[in-house]
């Protein structure tokens, strides 16, 4: 599984981005995707992600009703709808894929078995 983000760029301050995250050689219905990201000077963190058989998507409180995540299983896509960006929001984000749904956490990185390389989004 081969994950592509894309949909970056830089912004103004209440501005929208839309990130989109194709995987290549498809994505198994049973597998979870996430959204991470790094900041400048910070640790990589959870922004979204499908966990558990209920197959709820979380979210970090910090993007909590500004962020969408969205999964499309015929395009093998994942989306990412950042709305109301805030300057703090920029970093380096990363879509992530794994195949245990039920342990841990789904903000846990190490728990993730593929990652893409990452698309960087600015807000100023």
């Known amino acids: 599984v081969q994950l592509v983000e894309s949909g970056g760029g830089s912004v103004q301050a209440g501005g929208s981005l839309r990130l989109s995250c194709a995987a290549s050689?498809?994505?198994?219905?049973?597998?979870?995707m996430a959204w991470f990201r790094k900041g400048p000077g910070r640790e990589r963190e959870g922004v979204a992600g499908v966990f558990t058989n209920l197959r709820k998507t979380y979210y970090d409180d910090s993007v909590e009703g500004r962020f969408t995540m969205s999964q499309d299983n015929i395009l093998n896509t994942v989306d990412l709808q950042m709305n109301y960006l805030k300057p703090e929001d920029t970093a380096m984000y990363y879509c992530?894929?794994?195949?245990?749904?039920?342990?841990?956490?789904?903000?846990?990185?190490?728990?993730?078995?593929?990652w893409g390389q990452g698309t960087q989004v600015t807000v100023s």
């Open positions: 992530a894929a794994r195949t245990n749904c039920y342990s841990g956490s789904w903000t846990w990185t190490y728990e993730y078995d593929y």
């Open positions: 050689g498809g994505v198994p219905s049973s597998y979870c």
